[in-house]
């Protein structure tokens, strides 16, 4: 006894039906959150400054390092360096010259605290406990995810460092 004689053009044609619809059930249903999708470790790739008068600056080079972790209680971790910092030439973190200190100061940024995810507005706030700019010390700031992948993520602060420009931030995902 063979299968066929029991599934008639009807039936074949019905569950060719139901693998059609539940093919499309399956495409339709909805894409992982924001919140689940951001959490993990992503390499800084590079920050783009774009002023007012629409000129372009990288504030921490071409090329820099860094990273930016993403728990999944909330919590989050940056440091972006320019690959560029100079070395103290004492070897000593505490003796640095002013002109050494002040270089590393501008080239380089760490922030930890909590974040949120606006799955509505497609935005991140970090709530920062603290920085290596300690003006931003209990500060929410607001950028807006303008992309996120499994791969790949890019924010945008819109205002950056009093009136500078809006600084838009590339991440991989660490793999």
Excluded: C
């Excluded at 989050?76 to 100079?86: E, K, L, R």
């Excluded at 010259?97 to 497609?122: C, N, P």
């Amino acid at each position: 006894m063979t299968l066929t004689k029991f599934m008639t053009p009807t039936k074949i044609a019905a569950a060719f039906f139901a693998f059609a619809l539940s093919i499309g059930a399956a495409a339709a249903q909805p894409a992982q959150p924001l919140k689940e999708l951001i959490v993990g470790t992503w390499n800084f790739v590079v920050a783009e400054v774009k002023a007012p008068d629409g000129t372009r600056s990288f504030p921490f080079g071409e090329t820099p390092k860094g990273i930016l972790i993403f728990t999944g209680d909330g919590r989050f971790a940056q440091i972006h360096v320019a690959s560029d910092v100079p070395k103290i030439a004492s070897n000593n973190r505490l003796t640095g010259t002013a002109e050494e200190y002040a270089a590393i100061m501008k080239r380089s940024l760490s922030v930890f605290g909590t974040y949120a995810v606006d799955e509505a507005k497609k935005t991140v706030t970090f709530n920062i406990v603290s920085s290596t700019f300690p003006n931003w010390e209990g500060e929410a700031q607001v950028r807006t995810i303008d992309k996120l992948t499994a791969d790949e993520f890019v924010n945008t602060n819109p205002n950056v460092a009093g009136g500078r420009g809006s600084a838009s931030n590339l991440y991989k995902r660490v793999k």
